[in-house]
């Protein structure tokens, strides 16, 4: 990212955390965690070092829904949003394979 060449933590710290927040939108929790994780990291030391709380939340959040994907978890949006209520991603549904019919 152009702001980390020159140094700007907070304007870094922004872009992953709505890059975090993007991934969640469509489901993708391991980028998430990371982008998250990145966020929360560039947060300390800044104006905005708060937001590093809803970053870390998110990711304990992320671990949990990894953990059971069926459990409905919410999470916070980004530090920017006026919409302060919890998000709750798309439900991803999984097929099984060969899963028998009731009554064959």
């Known amino acids: ?19 975090g927040y993007g991934y969640l939108r469509r489901g993708d929790y391991e980028n998430g965690y990371g982008a998250y994780k990145a966020a929360a990291t560039k ?19 992320i671990k949990r829904k ?4 069926d459990e409905v978890i919410g999470f916070y949006r980004h530090c920017k949003d006026i919409d302060q209520s919890l998000f709750y991603p798309p439900v991803q549904l999984t097929f099984v394979k060969d899963m028998p019919i009731s009554g064959s």
């Not at 708060?50 to 304990?60: G, Q, R, S």
């Not at 990894?66 to 994907?69: K, R, T």
Request: hydrophobic share 35%; charged share 25%; aromatic share 10%.
């Open 1 to 19: 990212m152009k702001a980390s060449y020159i140094g700007n933590r907070l304007e870094v710290a922004k872009a992953s955390e709505y890059m």
């Open 43 to 61: 947060y300390l030391g800044t104006i905005e070092a708060w937001a590093e709380k809803n970053c870390k939340e998110n990711m304990v959040r």
């Open 66 to 69: 990894q953990g059971n994907p």
